[in-house]
């Protein structure tokens, strides 16, 4: 091997960055061309049939209790807080429910079901492809005539952004339903008090539910791409999987932070 | 090496079964392996060679039987009991099993830190001497990674000799190399039981390595012992299983599992 | 597939069990892992170079993920909080209230979960790939090497790890946690004209050191059970490229249910 250039020093530090904003561009735009061709393999491609309910299936079930979980606790958590807090500053409790609702609804619900399916749904997808590249079996495919994106990732696209908006409404529900419970039971906050949509606008439905939808088309054209980019046994697997789990909650996390931005902008100006 | 060295000790098996599942690997394998000598173990893929010499060092556990080295009972020992009996029998594994986040001397040093209590700079120095003596010292500050196969495996049994065992598996030791690293592993084998006289248990589908090597060969068929004796008793065998396999016919009367 | 469907006919009582056997199955080994590295903790006996190594490798990994997040979690945490402030005006309570909801929070769990995706997952593949005996093209068997050169696996291979898992996340979190602030100030005056040092004021009046603590206290119990559902999951799996795939899987939404659940008991446990 030849000698290596000292890797530190500011210049090659640089340089890495660079190189590694120019990979992130080049991989974004990666993403987006896969978004498309996922679109017209959901339009027009051949799958094998009964594959769309099939992972439907898989996501909403295997899903479910795990979103009932994780929400639930999240709820309960959030709410303890912020009554903890609120009463020490205001000693009025009232708002908390219908404050806590429109912040499920609009921003909390879609993002952290989102994540929770980013590392449940998200691996598996990638585990999945990820383990038939490396058998060969994508290899095989190809040879039959049938596209990878139509037949491996078109379903699970169908199935991630219906499943996921079914799981968001069942997490937003147990999230507020454990919040509210907390609520009675800790600080005496009257159920009916609590359990009052009246400041859910139309505005927050239309933010959950672009959230909802962008994180479902995300996480399974993502979790795709690192599965069909597996390269070498298990090895390949591991780091396609890890890759899937990270790259779809930072795509969560950065969509939040941009459509809750047009969010903000559009109140701003709306009043 | 050894102080005091212990009166060399004789490996048993008797009447050994292990299966996985409803797959019967080893049914009633008896073997007696003498000290000094290079046993070879043969027989088709999937026949359980593996398997034997995993019993041997608790890596797997006997379903019935009694493996004995001495008088020491290794197949009812416990984990912990198993450390002292793994420092004096050692295992070169078929896929050499480096460490692949170490350089090969720090990989030949670890066991010598661990074990003999040295420190990071003596270890290393007494890695190189042991890498030299498989004629890798030039490798010495390489990643796994970055080595063939033949060469990862002429490491894996420097490390292996760090603990100077009494006895050494080599787990299908040429298995899938050219033949001239093939051979050099050869004779590094014979070398170890000429030279220093250690009990070696080689298990291979590799027949130029066989006949090279063996003192005895253990010939395995359907999960038992159909036959050992020496080379030349093997080469002039009436056994038509036994012929087959030498002559490397695939048709005949010996059954292969799964083709 | 149809392994799924012929699940799905089973009653759901049924599914319930035989889940919760699996978990509780999970649920000891861990614990019986974790006895085993306590052991080897007390007195503190592990391999120092492995332990340094390990840290390098994580932090030098996670750093970049876990500072995009938290920035862009500053700053939804602000966006959020925007709404309010133009209806009530209340520019004062913005780096409070943000800072409150990270430092005890959003901050720990986030920065659990993102660690839990990068370096849990990495780890659980890195184990698997070194246990897996069976099936693919790269077969290790790195953990029977050291058994059979009489080396504890657990004492060399696994506590370093756990340790060095504990150790980042505390100070990534401490990290991170910044970061979010210093994104919160920005985004707080580029989107909705906060001073930073209005922000600042606000943030360092009302909060005090336990909140901060309280966060960090969460982030090393996060930590311990990251390392642990990490490293389990790892040296258990079985079956090849598959298996690992199927294990990484398994840990991150171990990792994730138990953060919830951690974080749930915690915060009504700690100050």
Redesign the interface.
């Given at each position: 091997m030849s000698e290596d250039r000292p890797a530190t020093g500011p210049r090659q530090r640089i340089e890495r960055l660079g190189a590694a904003a120019l990979d992130g561009l080049a991989a974004t735009g990666q993403l987006a061309g896969m978004l498309g061709a996922t679109w017209r393999g959901v339009v027009r491609g051949r799958r094998p049939p009964g594959e769309v309910a099939n992972q439907m299936f898989v996501v909403g079930n295997k899903s479910l209790l795990f979103v009932a979980v994780t929400l639930g606790f999240i709820g309960m958590v959030m709410v303890y807080q912020s009554c903890l807090q609120l009463e020490r500053i205001t000693g009025d409790l009232s708002r908390i429910g219908p404050e806590f609702l429109k912040l499920l609804v609009q921003d909390f619900g879609p993002t952290i079901t989102a994540l929770m399916l980013a590392t449940r749904v998200g691996a598996g997808i990638a585990a999945e492809i990820g383990s038939m590249v490396v058998t060969e079996q994508v290899d095989a495919l190809r040879m039959s005539g049938v596209t990878p994106i139509d037949y491996l990732i078109a379903p699970r696209f169908i199935a991630c952004v219906v499943m996921g908006a079914v799981l968001t409404v069942f997490g937003v529900a147990i999230a507020y339903l454990a919040g509210g419970l907390t609520a009675w039971s800790s600080f005496d906050l009257n159920p009916r008090l609590f359990f009052d949509p009246s400041r859910v606008g139309f505005l927050d439905l239309c933010l959950g539910l672009t959230k909802t939808l962008c994180y479902g088309m995300a996480i399974p054209v993502i979790s795709g791409a690192c599965g069909l980019r597996a390269r070498g046994g298990s090895e390949g697997v591991g780091a396609a999987t890890t890759a899937a789990v990270i790259g779809s909650s930072l795509a969560v996390i950065a969509l939040d932070l941009v459509i809750s931005g047009v969010g903000l902008l559009l109140v701003g100006h709306g009043r | 090496m050894s102080a005091g060295a212990a009166p060399p000790r004789t490996i048993r098996f008797d009447d050994v079964w292990k299966s996985f599942g409803d797959k019967a690997v080893l049914c009633g394998m008896s073997l007696e392996i003498r000290p000094g000598e290079v046993m070879c173990i043969i027989g088709t893929s999937g026949v359980g060679k593996s398997v034997a010499i995993?019993l041997l060092?608790g890596?797997l556990r006997a379903d019935r039987g009694e493996i004995r080295w001495g008088d020491l009972r290794l197949d009812s020992m416990s984990e912990p009991e198993?450390?002292?009996v793994?420092?004096r029998i050692?295992?070169v594994?078929?896929?050499a099993?480096?460490?692949?986040?170490l350089s090969l001397a720090e990989n030949v040093a670890?066991?010598l830190r661990?074990?003999k209590g040295m420190r990071?700079r003596e270890a290393l120095a007494e890695a190189r001497t042991r890498l030299d003596q498989v004629g890798m010292a030039e490798f010495a500050g390489r990643r796994p990674a970055?080595l063939s196969d033949g060469m990862r495996k002429r490491a894996a049994i420097a490390?292996?000799l760090t603990?100077d065992p009494e006895v050494v598996l080599f787990d299908e030791p040429t298995t899938g190399l050219d033949p001239v690293s093939a051979r050099r592993i050869d004779r590094l084998i014979a070398k170890l039981s000429d030279d220093v006289g250690v009990t070696s248990i080689v298990v291979s589908h590799d027949l130029t390595t066989i006949f090279t090597i063996a003192d005895r060969i253990a010939f395995l068929y359907q999960g038992r012992v159909h036959v050992c004796g020496t080379p030349a008793e093997l080469r002039s065998s009436v056994d038509p299983v036994v012929q087959q396999f030498i002559t490397g016919q695939s048709s005949g009367e010996m059954e292969t599992p799964g083709f | 597939m149809t392994g799924a469907r012929r699940a799905a006919l089973r009653s759901p009582i049924e599914t319930l069990g035989a889940t919760a056997m699996q978990v509780a199955r999970e649920a000891g080994g861990i614990t019986l892992l974790a006895g085993r590295v306590l052991r080897c903790l007390v007195p503190p006996s592990m391999d120092g170079r492995e332990l340094t190594r390990n840290m390098y490798r994580m932090g030098n990994r996670s750093v970049p993920i876990v500072a995009l997040t938290a920035f862009f979690v500053g700053g939804i945490m602000v966006i959020q909080a925007g709404m309010y402030v133009r209806q009530f005006n209340a520019t004062g309570l913005v780096g409070w209230g943000a800072g409150y909801a990270i430092f005890r929070e959003i901050g720990p769990v986030l920065i659990a979960l993102m660690f839990s995706g990068r370096v849990g997952s990495n780890n659980t593949a890195e184990l698997g790939t070194m246990t897996v005996t069976e099936g693919t093209m790269t077969v290790t068997e790195q953990l029977d090497g050291l058994r059979a050169l009489a080396i504890d696996p657990i004492r060399y291979l696994i506590v370093p790890r756990v340790v060095a898992m504990m150790v980042m996340l505390f100070i990534l979190t401490v990290v991170g946690d910044l970061v979010s602030i210093a994104g919160g100030m920005l985004f707080s005056r580029l989107l909705i004209g906060i001073d930073p040092s209005t922000f600042y004021y606000s943030l360092v009046d009302n909060l005090d050191w336990i909140d901060f603590v309280h966060g960090l206290v969460k982030s090393a119990v996060f930590g311990l059970s990251i390392a642990l559902t990490s490293c389990y999951f790892g040296v258990s799996v079985r079956g090849g490229a598959v298996g690992v795939g199927r294990a990484v899987n398994a840990a991150v939404v171990a990792a994730a249910v138990s953060i919830m659940l951690l974080d749930f008991f915690l915060t009504f446990l700690l100050p």
């Open positions: - | 995993k060092i890596l198993m450390i002292p793994r420092k050692g295992m594994f078929q896929n099993t480096l460490f692949d986040s670890l066991p661990v074990h990071m970055e490390r292996t603990l | -």
